[in-house]
Nanobody, 126 residues
């Protein structure tokens, strides 16, 4: 069993930055894909970014490409999401998740991820 805990959310003004962290328990962390999703009120959970088990491959949603950077440290069982140039439309609850892999399209679907954190609120004011 793996447990995840996100941290780093908060309230920021547009144009500023936040760094989210995801801490995982469990000895098999390095075998999982890490992904970040977000969910705004009244909207479906949407893919933000993912990173392969070794960190060699990353994929981003078009809406965050060039502004967000995903990373991981397998020695520390952590994954981070650096968010720069934040916009009001980035406001959402952000979730980290772990999955075992699949096609690129599959890895943008929340159903492919078995473990989820409780979420951390990110609010960007204009």
């Amino acid at each position: 069993q793996v447990q995840l805990a996100e941290s780093g959310g908060g309230l920021v003004q547009a144009g500023n930055s936040l760094r989210l962290s995801c801490a995982a328990s469990g000895r098999t962390f390095s075998t999982y894909v890490i992904a970040w999703f977000r969910q705004a009120p009244g909207k479906e959970r949407e893919f933000v970014a993912m990173i392969s088990p070794t960190g060699s491959f990353k994929n981003y949603a078009d809406s965050v490409k060039g502004r967000f950077t995903i990373s991981r440290d397998n020695a520390k069982n952590t994954g981070d999401l650096q968010m720069n140039s934040l916009k009001p439309e980035d406001t959402a609850v952000y979730y980290c998740s772990l999955g075992l892999g699949g096609s690129l399209r599959d890895l943008e679907r929340p159903e492919k991820y078995a473990y989820w954190g409780q979420g951390t609120q990110v609010t960007v004011s204009s």
